[in-house]
């Protein structure tokens, strides 16, 4: 049985540290892709696959990002983190194939519990 993939584009390390505890106690894959070809190329092995993507470094690559691993891989989930001046761009993200975007008002407390979500989609508990 194949664990689940968490890939956390562009290895932000502040995202890594909030998913932690739910990394280990899910027994997920952490990947760090890179760019674009590394996301691609983590999605396209099967299994389930959830991206982790804030917004920040380069809006056009990041939403390019989005759109391509949305179209070109199309079961892995994509949230989309952003900051509260960014939160103009949330709807886009959402047109570009983000499942779940998170912008403030709502908190980045959530994005573990919406991690886990995406990566248990039947709701089963697993030890």
């Not at 664990?3 to 890594?16: F, S, T, V």
Request: glycine letters at 8%; a negative charge; proline letters at 6%.
């Amino acid at each position: 049985m194949r664990h689940p993939q968490l890939l956390i584009y562009r290895g932000d390390a502040r995202l890594a540290t909030q998913l932690q505890i739910q990394i280990d106690a899910g027994r997920w894959l952490l990947r760090k892709p890179g760019d674009l070809a590394e996301c691609l190329e983590m999605s396209s092995r099967g299994g389930l696959n959830v991206l982790v993507l804030r917004l920040g470094r380069d809006l056009d690559d990041e939403l390019s990002t989005v759109e391509r691993v949305h179209y070109l891989a199309p079961d892995t989930a994509i949230i989309v983190v952003g900051d509260a001046e960014q939160a103009a761009v949330a709807g886009i993200a959402r047109d570009l194939g983000a499942q779940f975007v998170l912008f403030p008002p709502l908190s980045r407390d959530l994005l573990p519990e919406v991690v886990a979500g995406f990566m248990n989609p039947e709701g089963v508990a697993r030890p």
